[in-house]
């Protein structure tokens, strides 16, 4: 599958944005499916992730209260929400899915097979 991530863009500090990971066949809905970040000189790291079965969700604690992921299969369409964001939320965001991602590894980015190319968001102060 093929993901293409788009959303990002400049923001304020305390604004809010919407990702969006498009894949390119019917096949999302049997995958799990993530969100990374990666911010200038740091690793890439993870911030959401939405299991295939059941639908729950995970994030980095630091944004557990103010970000959302979610999915709509009928759109093929993975979303990242993302409120009252910061200056440290300063990122290029990748969305990742693979199939098979066991719970102990669902935060880990060795665990995605496929991956998206990349949106920037900048958070201004």
């Known amino acids: 599958v093929q993901l293409q991530a788009s959303g990002g863009g400049l923001v304020q500090a305390g604004g809010a944005l919407r990702l969006s990971c498009a894949a390119s066949d019917s096949t999302l809905s049997s995958y799990t499916v993530a969100w990374f970040r990666q911010a200038p000189g740091k690793e890439r790291e993870f911030v959401a992730a939405?299991?295939?079965?059941?639908?729950?969700?995970y994030y980095k604690d630091s944004v557990k209260s103010r970000f959302t992921i979610s999915r709509d299969n009928a759109k093929n369409t993975v979303y990242l929400q993302m409120n009252s964001l910061k200056p440290e939320d300063t990122a290029v965001y990748y969305c990742a899915a693979s199939s098979g991602v066991i719970l102990s590894s669902i935060r880990q980015k060795d665990a995605y097979a496929y991956w998206g190319q990349g949106t920037l968001v900048t958070v201004s102060s």
């Open positions: 939405h299991r295939r079965n059941g639908g729950y969700t």
